[in-house]
C-alpha cells in the first residue's frame, strides 16, 4: 500500500536559518506528491506538487524535488521568516487509484524565532 | 469566492449523541472527502465521493456515515458518539486532480 514518512518534529529554527524537512514514501506506479502547510487554527493549504520524477515544486521561497531513485520529497528553504511557524505535511496521491484520495505523513512542526 | 466551508467550528458531544457535520463547496467538484487528522497524526481519510449520489468507505468509516444527495454538499454523521471520535475533522473537495481544497476543520470532543 501508500505511506508516506516525515521527520519528526518539532524542528526549531532561528530567522533566516536554512530549513530541510524530509519526506520519503513508499507507493506502487507513479504517484503525484505534495507538501500542505497548516497554519495554527486553521484548513491545510497547497504548498507545492510535483506530479512526475525529477519534477520540481516551488511557492513562497519553498522548493521541493521529485526524486523516484530515492523515493523522496524533502522540502527546502533557504532562509525561514517566522511567518512560516505551521505544521507542514508532506502526501502523495496514487493515481491509479479511483477515489483519489490523499495518504498524508503525520506533520512535521515548525517553529522559527525571532 | 467561499471555496469549502464547513460547520459548527466547534462542538461537545456526551457519548452516545449523535450530530452532523456540515461540509459544503462552491467550486462544483465531483469529489469530495472527508479526513480526521488525530493529535501528532496525519489526516486519515473516512469516505469520499466521486459524484452525486455515489459515496464509497475510506481507511477509517467505522463509526460515521456519509450522504451526496447534491454536488455541494457532503454532510457527515456520527450516529452514536464515541471518546475515539474526539478529533478535528476536515472536509476537501477536488476536481482537476491532483489538487485537493481544504475547509477550516470542525473540532469535535466527545466526553
Known amino acids: 500500500g501508500n505511506s508516506v514518512t516525515q521527520m519528526e518534529g518539532p524542528v526549531t529554527l532561528s530567522e533566516e536559518a536554512f530549513l530541510t524537512i524530509n519526506c520519503t514514501y513508499t507507493a506502487t506506479g507513479y504517484p503525484s506528491l505534495f507538501w500542505y502547510v497548516q497554519y495554527p487554527g486553521e484548513g491545510l493549504q497547497l504548498l507545492l506538487k510535483?506530479?512526475?520524477?525529477?519534477d520540481k515544486g516551488s511557492n513562497k521561497g519553498f522548493e521541493a524535488t521529485y526524486r523516484k531513485e530515492t523515493t523522496s520529497f524533502h522540502l527546502e528553504k533557504g532562509s525561514v521568516q517566522v511567518s512560516d511557524s505551521a505544521v507542514y505535511f508532506c502526501a502523495l496521491k496514487n493515481m491509479d487509484m479511483g477515489r483519489r484520495a490523499l495518504t498524508f505523513g503525520s506533520g512535521t512542526r515548525l517553529q522559527v524565532q525571532p | 469566492n467561499a471555496g469549502v466551508t464547513q460547520t459548527p467550528k466547534f462542538r461537545i458531544l456526551k457519548i452516545g449523541q449523535s450530530m452532523t457535520l456540515q461540509c459544503a463547496q462552491d467550486m462544483n467538484h465531483n469529489y469530495m472527502y472527508w479526513y480526521r487528522q488525530d493529535p501528532g497524526m496525519g489526516l486519515k481519510l473516512i469516505y469520499y465521493?466521486?459524484?452525486?449520489?455515489?459515496?464509497d468507505k475510506g481507511e477509517v468509516p467505522n463509526g460515521y456515515n456519509v450522504s451526496r444527495s447534491t454536488t455541494e454538499d457532503f454532510p457527515l454523521r456520527l450516529e452514536l458518539a464515541a471518546p475515539s471520535q474526539t478529533s478535528v475533522y476536515f472536509c476537501?473537495?477536488?476536481?482537476?486532480?491532483?489538487?485537493?481544497?481544504f475547509g477550516p476543520g470542525t473540532r469535535l470532543t466527545v466526553l
Open positions: 476537501a473537495s477536488s476536481d482537476t486532480p491532483p489538487t485537493q481544497y
Open positions: 465521493s466521486v459524484g452525486a449520489g455515489i459515496t
Open positions: 510535483a506530479t512526475k520524477a525529477d
